[in-house]
């Protein structure tokens, strides 16, 4: 596995990047599609939850270490003096890279069987529930922390109703600039809806 920083440093030769984009698809589809079956009577917000507690650079990165996939990373002077092998970005994308070389290579259904079988620690932990879902406040947070390196902030911009039927509208900004906006039966539930609106504007 090439990558980009031994790529730049040797002539000709390409990183991992194209297969980390299509490993990436690929992953997400296989991934969707057993939850799809396994869950038949979940919602799709249910859904998405799972997959992303499954799809993530943490649980991606602990795979690529189970298979020993770091030591088979070609790595620039730099990135190999600096542990890159062991850094958990870099086992994600290499493990996603992996992923689209299979599917190239095997087709859909052989690369997903493939697929399932390394996950499947990961997978049954999920059907047990012995991984609690992230909500979506968390998952915004985390998408905009490894991405961008800031974190959002919420604000309340009305509220109306009875006191005893409140309707509250907030809105989350990154670096001042509005990203997602919910409403909700509380502040709580207003904030986890703009999250939820920025999340999936941000991933999807």
């Known amino acids: 596995m090439t990558h980009s920083s031994y790529a730049y440093e040797t002539e000709g030769?390409?990183?991992?990047?194209?297969?980390e984009f299509l490993g990436d698809a690929v992953l997400e589809l296989v991934i969707s599609e057993y939850f799809f079956k396994a869950f038949p009577n979940d919602p799709e917000g249910k859904l998405t939850l799972m997959r992303h507690n499954v799809v993530n650079e943490k649980s991606l990165a602990q795979i690529a270490q189970s298979i020993n996939l770091g030591i088979y990373i070609r790595l620039g002077k730099g990135e190999l003096?600096?542990?890159?092998?062991?850094?958990?970005?870099?086992?994600?994308?290499t493990l996603e890279a992996l992923i689209g070389a299979l599917f190239l290579d095997?087709?859909?259904q052989m690369a997903g069987s493939l697929i399932i079988?390394?996950?499947k620690p990961v997978l049954?932990?999920?059907?047990?529930g012995d991984i609690p879902l992230l909500d979506y406040k968390t998952?915004?947070?985390?998408?905009?922390?490894?991405?961008?390196?800031?974190?959002?902030?919420?604000?309340?911009?009305?509220e109306s109703g009875p006191p005893h039927d409140r309707t509250f509208e907030a809105v989350v900004k990154l670096?001042?600039?509005?990203?997602?906006m919910g409403v909700g039966k509380s502040k709580k539930e207003a904030e986890q809806s703009a999250a939820k609106a920025a999340w999936e504007?941000?991933?999807l």
């Not at 049954?124 to 047990?128: D, G, H, Q, S, T």
């Not at 998952?139 to 009305?158: D, F, N, W």
């Open 175 to 180: 670096e001042n600039k509005v990203i997602g």
């Open 124 to 128: 049954e932990a999920m059907e047990r």
């Open 81 to 93: 003096l600096s542990g890159g092998s062991e850094k958990m970005s870099v086992l994600a994308d």
């Open 106 to 108: 095997l087709g859909y």
């Open 13 to 19: 030769l390409c990183s991992n990047e194209r297969l």
């Open 139 to 158: 998952m915004l947070q985390e998408t905009c922390q490894s991405r961008m390196g800031k974190h959002p902030v919420y604000q309340i911009m009305a």
């Open 117 to 119: 079988d390394l996950f």
């Open 201 to 203: 504007s941000l991933v």
